[in-house]
Each structure stands twice: as structure tokens, then as C-alpha cells.
């Protein structure tokens, strides 16, 4: 019996330690702070996932949107269009185009078709003022949208909106300078102005079109080097405009000051800075 005894208090006292080992491990707290972390770093390397990928679609909205086919191929169409329209204007009004071209070289000769033309405005003047609009419109167009990267020029709208713009200022410069000749009798130096003015402006637009069929189909290598030489070009015109339009503004100088003065402010600086004011305000 005693030996039972001591042989139980013995298994008692080697299994004590080991019950006791169990409950302190079993008041010890639980560890889920390792739990918590992993969770917390599984879902920060999601979120971090989703915004790269976020930014990747991003990109690559922006890079299609900087690169706007469709209407880069509607501008292929419009010059072909202005091709069409150029043929046209050969074949049925070739003595006027013509003319017109002498007119631009010579002085002499422009005088000349001035005093034998008619007051009314023909069928080939009209295609030729549209053909310079337009032109003059997508030149403006590509300058904005590639060297400062005005991205509401992108759109089909945004060239309509320049035809617009352009087509109104050219109407009322040229009403305006009417209006000048009829308020202060001097129809014959404004109708010159008028005459050598749209002369430029229509040859003009006749020498654009190569740059912007360029522009708008060649690869963008090509685009400083035309851009330079298309400038050259509008700077070789602008000088002819001026040499021609200092000939109006000196018969008004020697008519009258005021008038000259009228003349300069009116016809030459007002739609410029109207022009550059509208454009800063409603597109860039």
C-alpha cells in the first residue's frame, strides 16, 4: 500500500511541472500582432498593385490622346479636298489664277488687273479666299498643338472653330477698310489695299498646302526642318504684304494724319490683338 502511495506522489510530482508549463503557456497572450502586420502588408501591396496598374492605363489614355488619328485623317482628306478644288480653279479659271500669281510677283502688273477687274467678287476668288482660311487655319492648328502642346486642338470641333475664327477677322478687316473708304472718300487707295492684300493672303495659302500635307502624313523627323522653312516662307510674305501696304499707308499719310493714323490702329493693330486675345482666351 505504501509503496502504491509513493509510487503515485512520484508520478504526481514528474507530471506536476509539465501541467504547470501548459497553464502558464496558456495564460500567455495570444500573438496576433505578426497576424495583424501580414494583413496589413498583403493589403498595402494590393493597393500599391492597383494604383500601378491605375497609372499604367492612365498612360496609355494619354499617350493615344496625344496621337489623335482620326482627326489627323480627316485633315488628310480636307487637304485633298483643297487639291481637288486647286485643279478645279486651273482647269476652269486659269487666266484668273493667273492673274493673280503675276499680280503677287509684280507691282506693276498688279496695278494693272486691279483697274480691269470687276466689283464683283467671281466663283475662283471665292474658292481661293476658302482655300486660304482653311490652310491658314490647320498651319495654326499643328504650331499650337506641337510646340505647346494645346491639347483642345486635338479635337475635330477645335478646327472648325479656327475656320470660324479666321473667317470672321478676314471678313471684317476687309469690310472694315471698305468702310474707310467710303466714310472718308478714299476708295481708291482702300480698294488697292483690299486688291494687294488678298492677293498675298490667297498665294499664301497656295504655298502652305505641301507643308501641311507634311505636317500631317510624313514621320515627325521631318516636322523642325519643314516648320523652319514654312516660316521662312510666311516671313518672305509678310515682308511683301508690308512693302505693298506701306505704299496705301503713305497716300494716307500724305491725304492726312489722322487718317494714317486711323488706318494703323484699325486695319492693322486692333485684329491682330483681337485675334491673339481670343485664341489665349478660348483655346490656349
Do not use: W
Not at 209 to 226: N, R
Request: glycine share 2%.
Amino acid at each position: 500500500m505504501m509503496v502504491c502511495f509513493s509510487a503515485h506522489a512520484q508520478v504526481d510530482t514528474l507530471t506536476m511541472p509539465d501541467s504547470l508549463s501548459l497553464a502558464l503557456d496558456s495564460l500567455k497572450p495570444i500573438p496576433t500582432y505578426d497576424s495583424l502586420a501580414v494583413i496589413k502588408n498583403t493589403a498595402l501591396a494590393k493597393h500599391t498593385s492597383i494604383l500601378q496598374d491605375t497609372a499604367q492605363k492612365v498612360y496609355s489614355i494619354d499617350v493615344q490622346q496625344a496621337a489623335p488619328h482620326k482627326s489627323n485623317t480627316v485633315v488628310f482628306f480636307v487637304l485633298v479636298l483643297l487639291l481637288i478644288i486647286l485643279t478645279y480653279i486651273k482647269v476652269a479659271f486659269g487666266k484668273d489664277l493667273e492673274d493673280m500669281l503675276q499680280s503677287f510677283a509684280n507691282r506693276n502688273t498688279a496695278q494693272q488687273v486691279l483697274r480691269t477687274q470687276s466689283d464683283e467678287l467671281s466663283f475662283s476668288a471665292l474658292l481661293l479666299h476658302f482655300n486660304f482660311i482653311i490652310v491658314v487655319s490647320l498651319y495654326l492648328r499643328f504650331f499650337l498643338v506641337k510646340y505647346y502642346h494645346v491639347t483642345s486642338l486635338e479635337s475635330l470641333y477645335s478646327i472648325l472653330f479656327l475656320i470660324f475664327l479666321f473667317t470672321f477677322f478676314y471678313l471684317a478687316k476687309l469690310l472694315v477698310v471698305k468702310l474707310i473708304g467710303v466714310v472718308f472718300e478714299l476708295n481708291t487707295v482702300c480698294d488697292e489695299y483690299i486688291f494687294n492684300f488678298t492677293t498675298i493672303c490667297k498665294t499664301l495659302g497656295l504655298s502652305l498646302i505641301p507643308a501641311l500635307f507634311i505636317f500631317y502624313t510624313a514621320p515627325k523627323k521631318f516636322f523642325d526642318v519643314v516648320f523652319i522653312a514654312s516660316l521662312v516662307v510666311v516671313a518672305a510674305f509678310i515682308i511683301m504684304f508690308v512693302y505693298r501696304g506701306l505704299s496705301t499707308g503713305y497716300k494716307l499719310m500724305y491725304r492726312s494724319v489722322y487718317h494714317f493714323f486711323i488706318y494703323v490702329c484699325v486695319v492693322e493693330i486692333s485684329p491682330i490683338f483681337l485675334l491673339l486675345k481670343l485664341l489665349t482666351k478660348t483655346v490656349v
